[in-house]
Structures are given as structure tokens and as C-alpha cells.
């Protein structure tokens, strides 16, 4: 079945950098695009970043844009979310979702089939 693991979050002081892996098992390289979200207490979920099934594509929310890059390893089915000049702002739950055969990028969550259990960023002096 289809498995998506996150890791890499924890405590960042504001302007420091940490790199988020999403690890995909049970689908094929080039079949599935992948969306990262965050959601921060008392906030909705939002759109962060996206990269489509054939690496063409790629979104990043406004927020974001500049600061964070999204790659994929085919090699090991690991998709990444490199996050520079964080903010306190940027202190959430982060997610990574997986849709199958879409190759454009989406910021809408309902548009994801499969999701990761999350992990904590936490931006803060």
C-alpha cells in the first residue's frame, strides 16, 4: 500500500535553515506528484510547496517563495522541501501528500489522496 514518512522537523532559531523528507513507498517514480502543507494551531491547512509526477511542474505558496525548494530523488523515492531563512511564522505541522498520475501541482489539500503523520517545525529564538 501506499506510505509516505516525513522527518527532518524540529527547533530552528528565526534565519536558520532545515531540509523536510517526504520517503514514498507503493507507488512508481514519475506516477505521483507531491504537495507539502502546513498547519499551525488554530490556522487552516495550507498549501506550501508542490512538485508534479514528471518534475516539470512546481509550486510554491507566496509565503514561501524564495526561501523554500522543493527536489525530488527518483533513485529513492524521496522528495525534499529545503526551507531557508525560516521564520517564526513558518511554525507548524508539516505534511507531505501524495496524488497519483497528477501532473500539474495543486495547493489544495482535497486534491491528495495519501498523506504522512507529520512533523513539527518550530521556528524560535
Known amino acids: 500500500q501506499v506510505q509516505l514518512v516525513e522527518s527532518g522537523g524540529g527547533l530552528v532559531q528565526p534565519g536558520g535553515s532545515l531540509t523536510l523528507s517526504c520517503a514514498v513507498s507503493g507507488f512508481t517514480s514519475g506516477q505521483y506528484a507531491i504537495g507539502w502543507f502546513r498547519q499551525a494551531p488554530g490556522k487552516e491547512r495550507e498549501g506550501v510547496s508542490c512538485?508534479?509526477?514528471?518534475?516539470?511542474?512546481?509550486y510554491y505558496a507566496d509565503s514561501v517563495k524564495g526561501r523554500f525548494t522543493i527536489s525530488r530523488d527518483n533513485a529513492k523515492d524521496t522528495v525534499y522541501l529545503q526551507m531557508n531563512s525560516l521564520k517564526p511564522e513558518d511554525t507548524a505541522v508539516y505534511y507531505c501528500?501524495?496524488?497519483?498520475?497528477?501532473?500539474?501541482?495543486?495547493?489544495?489539500?482535497?486534491?491528495?489522496?495519501?498523506w504522512g503523520q507529520g512533523t513539527q517545525v518550530t521556528v524560535s529564538s
Open positions: 512538485i508534479g509526477s514528471r518534475d516539470v511542474m512546481t
Open positions: 501528500a501524495a496524488a497519483a498520475f497528477m501532473s500539474y501541482c495543486s495547493a489544495h489539500y482535497y486534491e491528495f489522496d495519501y
